[in-house]
């Protein structure tokens, strides 16, 4: 019978022969199509340790589910501080700040339990249905503006725009404030998650300050101007007599959702029309509409946008039979797991009529399941149906470049060109 491997064995394999020290998430294959490297992973290295990260990378569903179900030996405390490596400059900027740590992706219970008990209440699926009609109308009027062209850029022109309005709608945020918001929220996302060269840092980091300006300037307004909007609700909201600090809902309003609101819409909704394209499912889709949805669901599983989370272990555990030391951190490779053949048959087939849908790991597991995940769904629905009954014979338009990037946590495109055949 063989031993399990130490810690000491895992690290000397680094060296040329382990799968972890070949991962390279920010460039190269892996960025552009992770998958076949990922199926690598699973079969022979499915927790192996990554030198260049410092972390422990997690690639099979179950090993990947067991972590997310036990807080209690796997914290979220480092996932706010797991991409840059920032500078002095940069951390006396940021320090002028709030502690961007204090978050609810970066809490553990009970403080999580209690920051997340208090946003679910203005969360609600009465909120988020009442936003319909202002997403289909935003939806056909973005549509309207280059329906007629034959052509159409639908990232930047539909999934990047799109779901920063429709938060900014949400937190009753000014509309014309949309790009200044844009850029601050970028700055806070690649700080956290990307490696930023130091020529860049001190200015995104003023950027992290700005927005936390601004989030302070909307929580004063609303203060002494409540309106019908979640800001308002999270101003004024308490339970069992305690209501939000200022630190907390400047976090609240700031990164979780006016930053992370729409960054991870609008890969999904890009990512996933391009699969429905690229996997002739558009005509499918167009002929039978109880397919959007479900849709949705299969090609998340199949091609995750939200490609990872991070958690670091608070005791020495096993992963997958493989030693973790206390204080380590285990990148869960969302992506990979989703297409592991324990979840479903015939995983690397992307098949929108599986039956039960598999439970994919996009939106997270337990107590950190992704607070915005119904939105993002309402989101999706309209502009697919508006896109399929608008643009019918829509097609990808060959050989393009679609600008992929890629931080720890989310892979985005820039651009998702395509044509079609203009109505009369």
């Not at 997310?68 to 706010?80: E, H, I, Q, V, Y």
């Not at 009970?110 to 935003?138: C, Q, V, W, Y």
């Not at 429709?166 to 956290?192: C, F, N, T, Y």
């Amino acid at each position: 019978m063989t031993s399990s491997p130490t810690f000491t064995d895992q690290q000397d394999a680094t060296e040329g022969r382990s799968l972890g020290s070949q991962y390279q998430p920010f460039a190269g294959p892996h960025m552009t199509d992770p998958h076949p490297f990922f199926e690598r992973l699973r079969r022979e290295e499915p927790v192996t340790y990554s030198p260049m990260l410092d972390m422990w990378l997690v690639s099979r569903y179950d090993d990947i589910s067991g972590v997310l179900k036990d807080p209690a030996r796997f914290s979220n405390r480092d996932m706010l501080g797991s991409g840059t490596h920032l500078t002095d400059e940069a951390r006396e900027v940021l320090a002028r700040g709030f502690d961007t740590r204090h978050v609810l992706l970066g809490m553990d219970p009970p403080e999580h339990t209690r920051l997340r008990r208090l946003t679910n209440r203005g969360f609600t699926s009465k909120r988020i249905a009442s936003m319909a009609p202002f997403i289909r109308d935003r939806t056909e009027t973005l549509v309207d503006a280059f329906v007629a062209d034959g052509r159409a850029d639908l990232v930047q022109q539909l999934a990047y725009p799109l779901p920063v309005h429709v938060i900014l709608g949400v937190m009753g945020v000014p509309h014309e404030d949309v790009w200044k918001i844009k850029r601050w929220s970028a700055d806070w996302q690649q700080l956290a998650f990307e490696q930023v060269p130091p020529e860049q840092q001190v200015e995104m980091a003023n950027g992290v300050l700005e927005f936390q300006q601004y989030c302070v300037r909307l929580i004063e307004d609303r203060r002494e101007n409540p309106q019908d909007d979640l800001t308002s609700y999270l101003v004024a909201v308490e339970a069992d007599g305690e209501a939000l600090t200022l630190h907390e809902l400047v976090m609240a309003i700031g990164a979780s959702m006016l930053s992370a609101g729409h960054e991870s819409t609008t890969a999904l909704l890009a990512n996933t029309w391009k699969l429905a394209l690229e996997h002739g499912a558009w005509e499918q889709l167009r002929e039978d509409r109880s397919l959007v949805l479900p849709f949705l669901e299969e090609s998340t599983r199949f091609d995750s946008v939200s490609h990872a989370m991070i958690r670091t272990a608070r005791e020495d555990v096993e992963v997958g039979g493989v030693p973790i030391p206390a204080g380590s951190r285990l990148l869960l490779l969302y992506a990979a797991g989703s297409r592991d053949e324990s979840l479903c048959p015939h995983a690397a087939t992307l098949d929108p009529r599986r039956d039960p849908a598999p439970r994919h790991l996009t939106f997270g597991r337990g107590t950190h399941f992704c607070l915005g995940a119904p939105l993002m769904r309402l989101q999706y629905e309209i502009t697919t149906n508006a896109l399929l009954d608008r643009l019918p014979d829509l097609r990808l338009v060959p050989d393009q470049d679609h600008g992929i990037w890629q931080s720890l946590v989310l892979r985005q495109m820039r651009h998702l060109h395509v044509t079609w055949t203009p109505a009369g």
